[in-house]
T-cell receptor
């Protein structure tokens, strides 16, 4: 059974550009969440999508957006990149919105974004 | 606002030692708590999930406990091995549905010396 797949694994972008990251959840999982991991702030929740709708959102500026397709695959977009956006971006999938009481989330290996 | 703290930030032990990692949270009204392992530059691997109604969960050499009233969880690793070296993260969930996002501690970096 394939796990959560994130592409690309590494990205280098210039300040001011925009970037799109992709996440394919485990087959049958309908919820996809995105997290940002930095050395200073640790892991922080960005948003969660379920049935193509954003259901929950963390405290990030509007430059961070996402979407989910009918096959549950999700993309995250960051516009007008800043140096502080350099981070490991992780996505996680779950069968249900908000996970389940005894299942939780399965994480992908992440996309390492470097903004120069 | 829920905050999750993990102490110590780093821990170094000799191989074979039993050890305990600590996690504390400020709001006892949690839905569940999950322990993860992260190897350098990699994603998260789920180790154990404890529901709010449970007191502990076990998997192999790992045992996690939960005391909601005191806002604490511990991860016990028995007979540590060099392969256990990684960063261990705990995360709490406040609710299900649209409240289901995880709130993470900053982790404990464990080094097991041969």
């Amino acid at each position: 059974k394939a796990g959560v797949t994130q592409t690309p694994r590494y990205l280098i972008k210039t300040r001011g550009q925009q970037v799109t990251l992709s996440c394919s959840p485990i087959s049958g999982h309908r919820s996809v969440s995105w997290y940002q991991q930095t050395p200073g702030q640790g892991l922080q929740f960005l948003f969660e999508y379920f049935s193509e709708t954003q259901r929950n959102k963390g405290n990030f500026p509007g430059r961070f957006s996402g979407r989910q397709f009918s096959n549950s695959r999700s993309e995250m977009n960051v516009s007008t990149l800043e140096l502080g956006d350099s981070a490991l971006y992780l996505c996680a999938s779950s069968p249900r919105l908000g996970g389940t009481a005894n299942y939780g989330y399965t994480f992908g290996s992440g996309t390492r974004l470097t903004v120069v | 606002k829920q905050e999750v703290t993990q102490i110590p930030a780093a821990l170094s032990v000799p191989e074979g030692e039993n050890l305990v990692l600590n996690c504390s949270f400020t709001d006892s009204a949690i839905y569940n708590l999950q322990w993860f392992r992260q190897d350098p530059g990699k994603g998260l691997t789920s180790l154990l999930l404890i529901q709010s109604s449970q007191r502990e969960q076990t998997s192999g050499r790992l045992n996690a406990s939960l005391d909601k009233s005191s806002g604490r969880s511990t991860l016990y690793i028995a007979a540590s091995q060099p392969g256990d070296s990684a960063t261990y993260l705990c995360a709490v969930r406040l609710g299900g549905g649209s409240q289901g996002n995880l709130i993470f501690g900053k982790g404990t970096k464990l080094s097991v010396k041969p």
